[in-house]
Nanobody, 129 residues
């Protein structure tokens, strides 16, 4: 059974950093693209970042470029989202999601939530002084 479990959320001051983890089970990262998403109260879920199934390609939303970095550890089957220079507007529940490679292309990933069928339960990130 495919399962994703996020962790690492919490309360951080503006300018601070957090690293989120997404532990995958029931499948191997080499077979699935992973996306990170977030949803703030009253807003739609938006794509933040993704990493392709072959680990070569990463993409980021404009709002987080230069501040967030996605990576993965295939040995532990875990994907990470390093978040630096956090802002109050980054406050949201963060989710990771998985799906087979977009269009079957292992070097491709997308940040559209409609392209992912498997989701974790989310972890809360609050940026506040």
């Amino acid at each position: 059974q495919l399962q994703l479990v996020e962790s690492g959320g919490g309360l951080v001051q503006p300018g601070g950093s957090l690293r989120l983890s997404c532990a995958a089970s029931g499948f191997t990262l080499e077979d699935y693209a992973i996306g990170w998403f977030r949803q703030a109260p009253g807003k739609e879920r938006e794509g933040v970042s993704c990493i392709s199934s072959n680990g070569v390609t990463t993409n980021y939303a404009d709002s987080v470029k230069g501040r967030f970095a996605v990576s993965r550890d295939t040995a532990s089957n875990t994907v990470y989202l390093q978040m630096n220079s956090l802002k109050p507007e980054d406050t949201a529940v963060y989710y990771c999601a998985a799906d087979p490679p977009y269009l079957g292309i292992q070097a491709m990933c997308v940040t559209s939530r409609y392209e992912y069928n498997y989701w974790g339960q989310g972890t809360q990130v609050t940026v506040s002084s």
